[in-house]
């Protein structure tokens, strides 16, 4: 597979990154921590370029295009590290034009399955931006679920690891509505993950160009430090970490894309089943893009706080804040030890290996 930007790609990534230097410079979105915070006007500018209803159709306000593309839009997004249920707006854009345009606020949850862990209580649920959304949908194995979030006694975590992404404890959800059955369930699921990993890549991307910009003009010993081989390495680093993450995040979003809704469920002995090429196919490539994307993103950043030296710790700098936002998008929607665990599970020998 070939993964270079065509024209189109490139102009759909300037559009989104110069708007995001416009109305969500890093300056600003930082101190977005809470609901009397955060600038819906900006909100809505990003919705309006059709950033959350990429894949949706014509008749609902949206672009008829592919995960692939939604994929190339979330990545200028991390690498701009705009804040929001960005993830939460493209998947509930499915069931309420309102969130896709910008007009309303949504947070997903993904239940646990049942008996592991806390969740066998009923909680803690932990849910972002509760304050901002008018409802929680919760997805488990079951379906997709609505609820009402003033329905949700949540409590606010007073110092969250991301301050651009406040946090609330709830004890339960009430179940609410069911508005999707299984198969949407598995999708958003899916999908989630696929965004959240190209929300990492950018962060990755990012981090790196920092870094290097700050390695050619910060000087010691009257060089620039950029000149010194031990940064050059670990730039090189994560220049190539940052770029394996890219590819195998597009190369899972064309798979989804390929594989429409006929995704497996990625357990058993039938995962590699059904698929034109049984080598390759979207449950293994999103694993795969989410091992990477949330791998590339954390060293990355930290990479770039050591170049930094010891400003790279302070409120001041900006790098600290994408290494805390890689940390909160690395369990979204799945986590790299479970991605990697699916990843292992396909490898195993499939039924259409078997004499």
Known sequence: MHFDLDEDGLALQATVRDLCGAR???????????AASF????????????????TQPEARGGLELGVADAGLVFQVLGAELVP??????????????????GEAFATVVTRPPAGSG?????????????????????VDDQGVWRTAAGAVEGTPVPNPLDPTTPMWLADAVPAGEQVGGPELARGWLLRGSVLASALLAGNATRTVELATAY???????????????AVKHLLAEAFTRAEVARVAVDAAAVALDDAGTSVGDGEGE????????????????????????ADAASRNAKTAIQVHGGMGFTWETTIHLFLKRAWILRNAFTTPEEAADTVAHSLARPKWMAA
């Open 24 to 34: 969500l410079p890093l300056e600003t979105t930082r101190n977005w921590t809470d």
């Open 270 to 293: 039938g995962f590699d089943d059904g698929y034109a090429d049984p080598t390759f196919n979207p449950v293994r490539a999103i694993a795969g893009a989410r091992v990477l994307a």
């Open 39 to 54: 600038d819906r006007a900006a909100w809505s500018a990003l919705a309006g370029l059709g950033a959350f209803t990429m």
């Open 84 to 101: 929001g249920p960005l993830v939460a707006a493209a998947l509930v854009a499915d069931l309420d034009e309102r969130v896709g345009a």
């Open 118 to 138: 806390p969740a066998r209580a009923g909680g803690p649920w932990v849910i972002p931006h509760l304050d901002l959304a008018a409802d929680v949908y919760v």
């Open 215 to 229: 390695a050619k003009q910060r000087e010691q010993f009257g060089r620039v430090i950029g000149g010194f081989q």
